[in-house]
């Protein structure tokens, strides 16, 4: 039986800050997600190689060369406490021992300084999804699922503190609707298809945290509201397409709290703003300090309400002052300590409220992650348990609150971006509001070669 929200966590915006949330995780060596304190999250990977099994051997030695610098530089800056996110290459993935053998390095080097310094860290375990590399997905079954719940299982037998994933369910779809800023079609993705890929995923990977002593984390529609975000900085599509993309995937995500996970929310996923509001949730959230990744308009109120301040992730390069893992630890603890003061100093609310003001109103994207916005849109979508309906309730709100930011000229944005919000308004008008209406006008419209609707339950 899942979980159902109606209501918001929070009765006051002013209660709705970083650091701090009414459902904090407790971790196994004591560590509290969301009980007053952010910490950083540090995101890895290796640098420009091939990932086969004549170099596991030197991405093995890369892995612990990394973990032993970020580590080391925790230390020397008094880290109060990190997370390690190891996000797997689909080889290893698709290879499930090698991703083992890696976390294990890992985990045992975390453990090692903890022994020995006190440094008190924790994993999230982050498979790929390879669901996505079968055309069509083959969602439920076979040998990419199989490769994904090994790794699952056993790391979280070896100690992974938190499992986690960027889930592909709908992608196959959505893809083509992002670079056509086709809403009808991502309602369809998300709200149909994602959600209904979501509370079988996610049970399945709760199961597998409860199991084996693990956290089941969060989810990360990276695939889609990033991959939007992206494209809109590059010119290529509406950032107000973007912007309502970025609301639009949270009743998606939602569907994995419903069914067990508890948090931290994954660092890449924005919509963390709208859970945590719904269900009082801890979350990760990135910024300014994963350029190193990809640019973003939402650089410094994307940490308004985090709990923990990620770096997305970054190549193990040499820069001038050190290996760029390590000078990305350094900037997050900086980031983290700074926060950390504001609240010591009973100034967390007015150190959330700069780091809102100083972006919200300069674009959509942001302006929609503004927490009077957040709650207006949590708000809508705790109206009805569907997932469909909330999905297209979600973009129709956000359309409004863009169009109502720029009616009081809050909100900056070119003419033609304007424009856009009556065009993205008249698709979404256009959707029945009854699922399986909607659903058959779908399965005429597109081509049935590129998704199997029965992977989804359908």
Not at 49 to 61: F, G, S
Not at 123 to 131: A, F, W, Y
Request: glycine share 6%; charged share 25%.
């Amino acid at each position: 039986m899942s979980i159902q929200f109606t209501k918001l966590a929070y009765d006051s915006i002013d209660d709705f800050v970083y650091g701090s949330c009414p459902n904090p995780v407790t971790l196994k060596n004591g560590m509290v997600i969301g009980g007053g304190m952010i910490y950083p999250e540090v995101n890895f990977t290796l640098p420009a190689m091939n990932a086969t099994e004549e170099t596991l051997p030197e991405a093995k030695r890369i892995y612990k060369e990394i973990i032993d610098g970020v580590l080391k530089k925790a230390y020397e800056l008094h880290a109060p406490g990190l997370v390690i996110e190891f996000e797997t290459l689909p080889q290893y993935t698709e290879h499930p021992e090698w991703g083992i053998e890696i976390h294990k390095i890992l985990r045992d080097s975390m453990y090692e300084f903890e022994a020995k310094y006190g440094l008190k860290s924790a994993i999230r375990m982050t498979p790929n999804d390879l669901r996505e590399m079968s055309r069509p997905p083959i969602m439920r079954s076979g040998k990419y699922w199989d490769s994904m719940l090994r790794v699952f299982e056993q790391t979280a037998k070896d100690g992974a503190d938190i499992l986690a994933i960027e889930s592909t369910g709908g992608k196959e779809i959505n893809d083509e609707a992002i670079v056509n800023a086709d809403l009808r079609t991502s309602v369809f993705a998300l709200g149909c298809l994602g959600a209904r890929d979501m509370r079988w995923l996610w049970s399945n990977i709760t199961q597998i945290a409860n199991e084996n002593g693990a956290i089941s984390g969060g989810d990360s529609s990276c695939g889609f509201a990033n991959t939007s975000m992206v494209l809109a900085e590059q010119g290529f599509i509406p950032k107000v397409y973007a912007a309502v993309m970025r609301a639009m995937v949270t009743p998606r995500a939602l569907v994995a709290i419903e069914n067990g996970a508890v948090g931290p929310g994954k660092d890449c996923a924005y919509e963390n703003v709208y859970l945590k509001a719904i269900t009082g949730t801890p979350i990760a959230l990135e910024g300014k300090s994963a350029a190193c990744a990809h640019f973003s308009p939402i650089g410094n109120i994307s940490a308004a309400v985090a709990d923990l301040w990620s770096n997305e992730s970054v190549q193990q390069v040499k820069l001038l002052s050190g290996f760029a893992p390590v000078v990305s630890t350094e900037q997050l603890i900086y980031d983290c300590r700074l926060m950390n003061t504001a609240t010591e100093k009973g100034q967390r609310k007015l150190m959330r409220d700069l780091l809102i003001e100083s972006d919200c109103y300069l674009d959509p994207q942001a302006y929609v992650l503004k927490p009077e916005n957040v709650f207006k849109i949590a708000e809508e979508i705790v109206k009805t348990q569907d997932p469909f309906l909330r999905t297209l309730n979600t973009g129709k709100t956000t359309l409004d609150i863009i169009q109502q930011g720029v009616d009081r000229g809050d909100l900056s944005m070119e003419e033609r971006e304007i424009d856009w919000i009556d065009r993205l308004r008249d698709q979404l008008d256009e959707i029945p509001e009854d699922e399986e209406a909607f659903i058959d006008e779908m399965k005429d419209e597109l081509d049935d070669t590129k998704y199997n609707i029965h992977e989804y339950g359908l």
